[in-house]
């Protein structure tokens, strides 16, 4: 179950919806909120501005500092908006000139493009995808604009590098940038996924973000993307991931191909992580758009996805307390539409990371970035342990 401040926040983020009764269960809901806790709570769960609007029809309702401190706190995510849109103009002019072709995603486009009403999504950083060979000549260019690398230069393609897929550079005055080489960041389920990157290039779009004309994801991406986003990048664990889910269909639905967007979620090997984002979108937000054709062609049919199904009525998804998401969680984590990969996930997290056999017994081969040794290490030694028995002292 919900908390009282968080059964609110809910509420709030609903307010794009045109429910009759909305008015009525916000009112119901300030009566029993946690008005110390909300601020913070409404902060983690990026959904500042919603609450500041909701709760400003409903003054007599809500304690005038709590108001006054979602006014200011909103009065700081819109200069941070101002901020960006700044940067992007300075960036997409300086990657253009030197023919880096670049997509923007998430932050300001949802704000501006993507959501209903502006200045309504909050961001941290600027999240840019480039061409992996033209990663080396960005990076040149963002330290060209006075940025500099949060990770040695060295590391970006080393193991460690390969595995993040993605740099971050820092600047004082602006906001930090993810730069990403896979839009799909997901180290333990790398060979479980296959995105068509060169798909993702031809269908990209222009839009227009704080006055400037930058490339982005198409509308089926951008919906697959947040999906992914929201269940496998952060466990679901905030509203404003569910309320992009929501946004991104309300705004595209409408002229979107559905059959097509199924069919790329099923060839990208995602439609585990889309499915379970559009279900808990629509009992969170209320999201009824998505076809109910696209919902069942969707649908996983395996046994794990039941038992997932199940724990997550029984344990809501966005509780706040980890104990009692964690059986949610560990279910969660080694679902994937394929079972062989499934039965690799199970492994992943039953046996002992790669490092741990290599510390422990340094006489074993290397074989990183490979789940054969998740099979042949306990093999070996099985086989070193019967021909050289461990000693204790």
């Given at each position: 179950m919900l908390d009282p401040t968080e059964r609110l926040l809910v509420e709030c983020v609903r307010t794009d919806d045109t429910d009759v009764d909305l008015r009525v269960r916000l009112i119901d809901a300030c009566r029993a909120a946690e008005w110390h806790r909300l601020v913070d709570q409404a902060a983690f769960h990026g959904v500042i501005?919603?609450?500041?609007?909701?709760?400003?029809?409903?003054?007599?309702?809500?304690?005038?500092?709590?108001?006054n401190t979602l006014r200011q706190v909103r009065i700081a995510q819109i200069a941070r908006i101002a901020m960006a849109n700044r940067d992007v103009a300075i960036i997409t002019s300086e990657l253009t000139r030197l023919g880096i072709e670049n997509i923007l995603f998430k932050g300001p486009v949802l704000d501006e493009v993507v959501y209903q009403r502006?200045?309504?999504?909050?961001?941290?950083?600027?999240?840019?995808?480039?061409?992996?060979?033209?990663?080396?000549?960005?990076?040149?260019?963002?330290?060209?604009?006075?940025?500099?690398?949060?990770?040695?230069?060295?590391?970006?393609?080393?193991?460690?590098?390969?595995?993040?897929?993605?740099?971050?550079?820092?600047?004082?005055?602006?906001?930090?940038?993810?730069?990403?080489?896979?839009?799909?960041?997901?180290?333990?389920?790398?060979?479980?996924?296959?995105?068509?990157?060169?798909?993702i290039w031809r269908s990209a779009k222009m839009v227009e973000v704080g006055g400037t004309t930058i490339k982005t994801l198409s509308p089926e991406d951008t919906l697959i993307f947040q999906c992914v986003h929201m269940t496998a990048h952060h466990d679901s664990n905030r509203l404003i991931w569910f309320k992009d889910v929501e946004q991104v269909v309300r705004r595209y639905g409408p002229g979107m191909d559905w059959d097509n967007f199924a069919r790329r979620v099923s060839r990208y090997h995602l439609k585990?992580?889309?499915?379970?984002?559009?279900?808990?979108?629509?009992?969170?937000?209320?999201?009824?758009?998505?076809?109910?054709?696209?919902?069942?062609?969707?649908?996983?049919?395996?046994?794990?996805?039941?038992?997932?199904?199940?724990?997550?009525?029984?344990?809501?998804?966005?509780?706040?307390?980890q104990l009692?998401?964690?059986?949610?969680?560990?279910?969660?984590?080694?679902?994937r539409d394929d079972s062989g990969k499934r039965y690799v996930a199970i492994l992943r997290r039953a046996l002992p990371k790669v490092d741990w056999y290599l510390?422990?017994?340094?006489?074993?081969?290397?074989?990183?970035?490979?789940?054969?040794y998740y099979f042949i290490y306990p093999v070996l030694i099985a086989l070193r342990l019967l021909k050289q028995p461990a000693k204790f002292d």
């Open positions: 501005g919603y609450a500041q609007e909701a709760l400003s029809s409903l003054e007599e309702h809500v304690p005038g500092e709590v108001l502006d200045n309504m999504r909050s961001f941290g950083d600027l999240d840019y995808f480039v061409r992996k060979e033209d990663i080396a000549r960005a990076i040149d260019a963002f330290t060209a604009l006075g940025y500099s690398l949060v990770e040695d230069k060295a590391d970006i393609f080393t193991g460690k590098g390969k595995i993040k897929n993605q740099v971050h550079l820092a600047k004082e005055g602006s906001l930090p940038i993810d730069l990403h080489w896979k839009l799909i960041n997901l180290p333990t389920h790398e060979s479980s996924i296959a995105v068509d990157y060169d798909e585990t992580f889309v499915y379970y984002a559009l279900i808990l979108t629509s009992e969170v937000c209320g999201l009824s758009e998505v076809p109910n054709a696209t919902l069942a062609n969707l649908k996983p049919k395996y046994l794990t996805a039941r038992f997932f199904e199940q724990l997550a009525r029984r344990n809501n998804i966005l509780e706040m307390q009692k998401r964690k059986p949610v969680l560990e279910l969660w984590r080694i679902m510390e422990y017994y340094p006489v074993l081969p290397k074989i990183r970035h490979s789940e054969l």
